[in-house]
């Protein structure tokens, strides 16, 4: 069977659940690799995956033996069929951060459920841990994301906009192999980039500006995401002690990295330091990145998480000062047994266009 489905079941064997409805089309993508609109059902012997007549030539195209699918036509599935799925089967989980109070209710009427069970990310948990083949497409929609930074070194010209240079980062990443923006792209110039979420406006760039470029693609699905700032023209002397504080922590943090490491403590470590120079962290330090560029784990003093081998996650100190400027440093890194690795790799050293 495919080791993502046999793995699942063994977890919800472990929670005394028989079988679960698999909506969330990030979860089916991860298990089974398929992109089409549908769902997944895992019964007490059988995986089903039930779609429309659109998909099923591809999805049929997409699955191999290995992974051990019925494929139904949506069309072809009776309400008997609907309400049989889940005989004998006690608990059956679902996903209780994807799915509707709406849907909740459809679900256990159409299949006739007795007991509907949270299963407490129990997908997201297992994607928290990359593969071989997952590790790769990353580091690929990290060296894409280099590649795009780099071309953006030349491309910037006093005169842009924000929304230019947005559009810019959008049209490289399709024209050079990925499959598109990971997110939304930050380009925030001079006071703007002292928001930490700014979304790209009509401001243009102006000589002395400082740039934070926050962006990232999808390469088979996965994510890259990185932040760089940069200076126009000259490096402003009021900005070099904020730049070289966040450099040095970002620095620090990738150094704390490993397999084992506290993510509540590499944030502390990080906010405390910034706190005696009378800033703040304000957001989390960083966050899980695969299929969604925001995942598990989240780096922050929220919640105790020891990092793993094989998770891919971010390193990002940000400094902003409302009205003036921002500066922000991100990563992409891989956790290793005895370290990390950063899979973005753009020099963060004072960069002047």
Known sequence: MNPRLQCLRNS??????????????????YLIGIDAEGILLLTRRENIYITDSRYIEMVQSTLTIMDEIIVNDIKDVTSEDYQ????????VGFEEQYVTYS?????MHRYRINNFVETENIVEKQRVAKDKEEIENIKKACEITDSCFTHLLNFIKVGMTEKEISYEIQRYFTANGADGLAFDSIVASGINSSKPHAIPTDKTIQKGDIITLDFGCKYNG???????TIFVGYVQEYIKDVYNLVLKNQKQTLEEMYDGANTKILFKMVDNDFKIHKYELPHALGHGVGLDVHEEPVISSRKEILLKENMVVTDEPGIYIPGKFGVRIEDTVLITKSGCEPLTKSDKGYIVI
């Open 12 to 29: 919800l064997k472990a929670q005394d659940i028989e079988g679960m409805i698999v909506s969330n089309p990030v979860n089916i993508k």
């Open 84 to 91: 049989n799925f889940f005989t004998f089967c006690e608990n």
């Open 103 to 107: 849907k909740y209710k459809e679900y």
């Open 222 to 228: 996965y994510c890259s995401d990185m932040t760089r």
